[in-house]
């Protein structure tokens, strides 16, 4: 059974602060992560999408990758109350003919506070 | 720009009633997913289907059927709805191959009494 495992939180962070937020998974053949983010019912919008190793940077958000480790983080700066959202980790399925099928972690509540 | 539409919204069923979960997209995805989201369990996958005319099982697949009724359209069915699958439902779209990033609907809330 594939696993994508995130730290369970809740986190709490102050505005300003930098909110890091973990995920490993158990497939090592696992091409493409994403981070979604999910605010109290409503859907999950994805926010960040990496594929090689290494950091993507897009505005105050970064991914990192580390496939040796197995292990996607995404870090926000300057967080905002607006980001206390439910962050989603997902990971592609590597086997055989994929077609994008994705497996998601449990999730982690962040709380910017002000 | 609708992207990808879900109906019903929310839906109230009697244990051993059945109902069909509808789904639609126009972003001309080939791929489409259920979703199931319970509570400090993340996102599950109950069926996918690969491209029109194609469906497969994913990972709790037990009591529901689907249809890929054309590209756009892909449908969830409970023949006989108990309340074990009372959730929160997701349609979600993407394109296939390498481009796997998912994109989801509005959801829907079920309750089974």
């Known amino acids: 059974q594939k696993e994508v495992e995130q730290n369970s939180g809740p986190l709490s962070v102050p505005e300003g602060a930098i909110a890091s937020l973990n995920c490993t998974y158990s497939?090592?053949?696992?091409?493409?992560f994403f981070w979604y983010r999910q605010y109290s019912g409503k859907s999950p919008e994805l926010i960040m999408s990496?594929?090689?190793?290494g950091d993507k940077e897009d505005g105050r958000f970064t991914a990192q990758l580390n496939k040796a480790s197995q292990y996607v983080s995404l870090l926000i700066r300057d967080s905002q109350p607006s980001d206390s959202a439910t962050y989603l980790c997902a990971v592609n399925d590597a086997g055989g003919t994929s077609y994008g099928k994705l497996t998601f972690g449990q999730g982690t509540i962040l709380t910017v506070h002000p | 720009n609708a992207g990808v539409t879900q109906t019903p919204k929310f839906q109230v069923l009697k244990t051993g009633q059945s109902m069909t979960l509808q789904c639609a997209q126009d972003?001309?995805?080939?791929?489409m997913y259920w979703y199931r989201q319970d509570p400090g369990m993340g996102l599950r996958l109950i069926y996918y289907s690969a491209s029109e005319g194609t469906t497969d099982k994913g990972e709790v697949p037990n009591g529901y059927n689907v249809s890929r009724l054309n590209k756009r359209e892909f449908s969830l069915r409970l023949e006989s709805a108990a309340p074990s699958q009372t959730s929160v439902y997701f349609c979600?779209?993407?394109?296939?191959?390498?481009?796997?990033?998912?994109?989801f609907g509005q959801g829907t809330r079920l309750t089974v009494v």
């Open positions: 979600a779209s993407s394109l296939q191959g390498d481009v796997t990033e998912a994109f």
């Open positions: 497939d090592r053949g696992s091409q493409s």
């Open positions: 990496i594929y090689s190793n």
């Open positions: 972003m001309n995805h080939n791929s």
